[in-house]
């Protein structure tokens, strides 16, 4: 099994709501990573949990903020997004914490912010 | 800062034709790359990894080729079918969990 589910699939957003994302992974991995995507574009990393813990933050904004309740859970909450926010946020796994190994990705949120 | 980047932005060939991904790479201390497969609306999906210690590695119809002098590695798909049409990404990973995409090659099997 090498499933990471990420809901909801689809969200809009007004600038001025708040919302969350959830990714949840039972592979027992101990690192989860949040990604962006813009059309046509590779995956931008976000965000890097390692053992729960805060590890990479790519200078992202602060209306991003992600949290990792526990080893399967990640979540990541939004607030006061802009339209260019707009994008494929992506979830994904791997084994080992403090170094990379096979990642694996879930189908991704697909945000707009109107 | 690590740079990942693919010679052809599409790559075009014959039901049946073998086809050639290729990826660049400028971190010489990228120790672990994989490739993935992006469906239009999905997320990626593993295809193959492979760390700096090997040159080559193989799955079922796929071969990864791993070219450390020059800092390059390709995508070797046999026998290409409808199914593989699909943009290609590689990604390096180094030291941490840090794991860096190249721009993406969409492969188009045409009949």
């Not at chain 1, 339209?83 to 096979?102: I, W």
């Amino acid at each position: 099994d090498t499933e990471v589910t990420q809901t909801p699939k689809h969200l809009v957003m007004g600038m001025t709501n708040k919302k969350s994302l959830k990714c949840e992974q039972h592979m027992g991995h101990r690192a989860m990573y949040w990604y962006k995507q813009k059309a046509k574009k590779p995956p931008e990393l976000m965000f890097v949990y390692s053992y729960e813990k805060l590890s990479i933050n790519e200078s992202v904004p602060s209306r991003f903020s992600p949290e990792c309740p526990n080893s399967s859970l990640l979540n990541l909450h939004l607030h006061a997004l802009q339209p260019e926010d707009s994008a494929l946020y992506l979830c994904a796994s791997s084994p080992k914490g403090g170094r990379v190994t096979e990642a694996f990705f879930g189908q991704g949120t697909r945000l707009t912010v109107v | 800062g690590e740079s990942v980047g693919l010679h052809l932005p599409t790559l075009s060939v014959q039901e049946g034709d073998n086809s050639i991904i290729n990826c660049a790479y400028s971190n010489s201390a990228s120790d672990y790359f994989i490739w993935y497969k992006q469906e239009s609306g999905k997320g990626p999906q593993f295809i193959i990894d492979i760390r700096s210690n090997m040159d080559k590695r193989q799955g079922q119809r796929v071969t990864v080729l791993l070219n450390k002098t020059v800092k390059h590695l390709s995508l070797q798909i046999a026998a290409t079918q409808p199914g593989d049409s699909a943009v290609y990404f590689c990604a390096a990973g180094g030291g941490g969990n840090k794991l860096t995409f190249g721009t993406g090659t969409q492969l188009k099997v045409e009949l």
